[in-house]
């Protein structure tokens, strides 16, 4: 895993310490790299606010314990009372200002980065995203003539959705009743799926395999039960996987 690009990681070896492997890479804290191009950019940014948190949390546990070891009470004199401190005062209101404009910067660029879309003719696949009460409907555009092929899961038997290695997909979300929440916790992404409004998201998936989508936002008596899989195969069995649903749709309609 590579660093995180955040320049203040070297010199401070005690809070990096905890969130490092024994290789001294820092720690995907959870999440893999190279498995979407959302986690190229979310991935540092994850590592880096841990590590931010982390740094603040050595340095207060060392504000709390620097008295209670270092000005116990030694006799019976009534301590010295001072009235203020400007210059501490402007450190603990300038500090916590600077980490978190420094955060916030980072969030931004990362987050326009993430959410930009691209000229259609740079886009590889659409797919149209329904949330309902209480699964998933994945619409595949690019079915050629046949205009669409369509998926439609159900709570008992939750949908898949395809997509193919190291191709730019977008995806057109929406919602026919509730407010749902389209997430894939291994890519790092999630987008709101919103009654009467259309939202896009657009990435790639870049390693082969099987991961677990849900919906994560509360959405009525069924919500643990939106359930989706994602799985990433080669361009090749992508097409394939379209053209036979095509030939699904073709032979109910037939």
Aim: proline share 6%; net charge neutral; charged share 15%.
């Amino acid at each position: 895993m590579r660093q995180a690009h955040f320049k203040f990681i070297s010199t401070l070896p005690a809070a990096t310490f905890l969130l490092t492997s024994c290789s001294g890479e820092v720690s995907g804290l959870g999440f893999e790299e190279g498995v979407s191009s959302v986690n190229d950019q979310s991935l540092s940014l994850w590592q880096g606010a841990w590590i931010s948190a982390a740094v603040v949390g050595v340095f207060t546990l060392i504000l709390i314990l620097w008295p209670v070891f270092f000005h116990r009470k030694k006799d019976e004199n009534f301590p010295k009372q001072t009235q203020y401190n400007i210059p501490v005062e402007i450190a603990y209101t300038v500090i916590p200002f600077i980490i978190v404009a420094v955060l916030f910067y980072f969030t931004a660029q990362r987050e326009s980065r993430i959410l930009k879309i691209s000229p259609d003719n740079q886009v590889s696949h659409f797919i149209d995203v329904v949330g309902f009460q209480w699964s998933w409907q994945f619409k595949y555009k690019d079915a050629g003539d046949y205009k669409s092929a369509t998926v439609t899961g159900t709570p008992a038997q939750p949908p898949t959705l395809y997509l193919p290695l190291g191709e730019n997909v977008r995806f057109t979300l929406t919602a026919n009743d509730v407010v749902h929440g389209f997430w894939i916790p291994a890519f790092m992404i999630q987008m709101q799926n919103l009654p009467g409004v259309t939202n896009q998201l657009e990435f790639s998936a870049t390693k082969l395999g099987t991961f677990p989508g849900r919906c994560n936002i509360l959405c009525g008596r069924n919500h643990s039960q939106m359930l989706f899989n994602v799985k990433v195969v080669t361009p090749a069995e992508y097409e394939s996987y379209i053209q036979s649903l095509v030939a699904e749709e073709k032979a109910v309609i037939s």
